[in-house]
């Protein structure tokens, strides 16, 4: 039976060394559809998208790709699958200049000069910039690159880390409503942010960590108006 699911995890545990840190979390992404991951520091965002990529190892639960259980999730099969991962640091390479950088993106992509074209249309303002080495790029210029780079693969899901993390408010924006084109083009997008209502405005849902696990989890307006939402982010009383 196929599953109308592009990404799905039943239970999963992971961590780093035998250290459990993420707990027992389920999740299920749709076509295009985006799903945002909130919670403070260090409550296990990055190790789920590394679990759900395949860079830790699973310790429960199981994942399921486009209707099909995995035996044993790795990134590069994840990359085969249609699956794309920017992490929240080192997500290019500085030394290789923009083009490089888009070109290993499209490693084993058999039209991707056609690909590379597409791609900078969704990113315009990489086009002038593509014979510099991305270390001169500014830091919302790199996060664009970032992902630019992960859609030269032609992914089907895109996981992404804190993409506007560290940038000014309007470039935080822009970086959302990129987001949002990639959308449009049927990629489903599983989306770490701390900028709560930037991220929960592309949002069609989102889900709250805590300590590992997963704390509460609705639609946008339910997660705005969820009474709990200061304590959880900021340890507030009331
Ligand atoms: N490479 C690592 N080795 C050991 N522990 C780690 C490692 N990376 C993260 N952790 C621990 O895992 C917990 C969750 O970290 P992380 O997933 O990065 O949280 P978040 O992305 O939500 O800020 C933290 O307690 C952190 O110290
Ligand atoms: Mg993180």
């Known amino acids: ?7 799905e995890a039943e239970g ?8 459990k840190v993420v707990d027992g979390v389920s999740l299920r992404l749709g076509r295009g559809e985006v799903l945002v991951v909130l ?14 990529f395949g860079l830790l190892p699973l310790m429960e639960g199981r994942l399921r790709l486009m209707g099909r259980w995995l035996e044993k999730p790795e990134p590069e099969g994840m990359v085969r699958m249609g699956v ?5 640091v080192d997500n290019v390479f500085p030394s ?5 950088n ?25 086009q002038k910039k593509l014979d510099l080495p991305a270390l001169n790029l500014s830091g919302g210029e790199r996060q664009m690159l970032a992902l630019a780079r992960a859609l030269m693969a032609q992914p089907e899901v895109l996981l992404l880390d804190e993409p506007s993390a560290g940038l000014a408010p309007g470039m935080v924006k822009r ?9 449009k083009t049927g990629v489903a997008v599983l989306l770490v942010e701390q900028n709560v209502r930037s991220a929960l405005q592309i949002a069609d849902r ?33």
């Open 1 to 7: 039976m196929s599953s109308s699911w592009v990404l």
């Open 12 to 19: 999963i545990s992971s961590g780093y060394a035998g250290l």
């Open 39 to 52: 919670g403070p520091n260090g409550s296990g965002k990055s190790t789920l998208l590394k679990a759900l």
């Open 84 to 88: 794309g991962y920017v992490p929240q």
């Open 96 to 100: 290789l200049t923009v083009r490089e």
């Open 102 to 126: 888009l070109e290993m993106g499209a490693f084993g992509v058999r039209d991707w000069r056609r690909r590379m074209k597409n791609v900078i249309e969704l990113f315009p303002e990489l």
């Open 175 to 183: 970086v959302m409503g990129r987001i949002e084109e990639v959308r």
């Open 206 to 238: 989102g889900f709250i960590m805590a300590g590992g696990r997963k704390v509460f989890e609705g639609t946008p307006e339910e997660i705005l108006s969820h009474r709990d939402m200061g304590r959880i982010y900021f340890g507030m009383r009331g």
